[in-house]
Nanobody, 114 residues
Framework: VQLQASGGGSVQTGGSLRLSCVAS??????MEWYRQAPGSQRELVAS???????AYDESVKGRFTISRDYAKKTVTLQMNNLKPEDTGVYFC???????????WGEGTLVTVSS
């Protein structure tokens, strides 16, 4: 299983970006987005379970929206009203529904300038 993330880029404060992650195969219990800011640990930004339940870090609530397309095996993160503190490398993460094996995609860089 491979996860391929895309959609990163550079925007100014208040701008928007849309990240997408597509899995090559598999059925996932949960699909998530993490980010890692320079000099910081990787942190969970948003997650969506197979039942459609979602959760967000407090810092992005009301600005970011996670969604899944189960048929296309994709997870998308719509990021609005971006702030400089949202800058970092964003990683897609998924956990298989049966094996509980975890997969990580390569990161995609998001840079928000003030």
């Amino acid at each position: 299983v491979q996860l391929q993330a895309s959609g990163g880029g550079s925007v100014q404060t208040g701008g928007s970006l849309r990240l997408s992650c597509v899995a090559s195969s598999g059925i996932f219990r949960i699909m998530e987005w993490y980010r890692q800011a320079p000099g910081s640990q990787r942190e969970l930004v948003a997650s969506m379970a197979s039942d459609g339940g979602s959760a967000y870090d407090e810092s992005v609530k009301g600005r970011f929206t996670i969604s899944r397309d189960y048929a296309k095996k994709t997870v998308t993160l719509q990021m609005n009203n971006l702030k400089p503190e949202d800058t970092g490398v964003y990683f897609c993460h998924a956990e298989a529904i049966i094996s509980r094996r975890e997969y990580w995609g390569e990161g995609t860089l998001v840079t928000v300038s003030s």
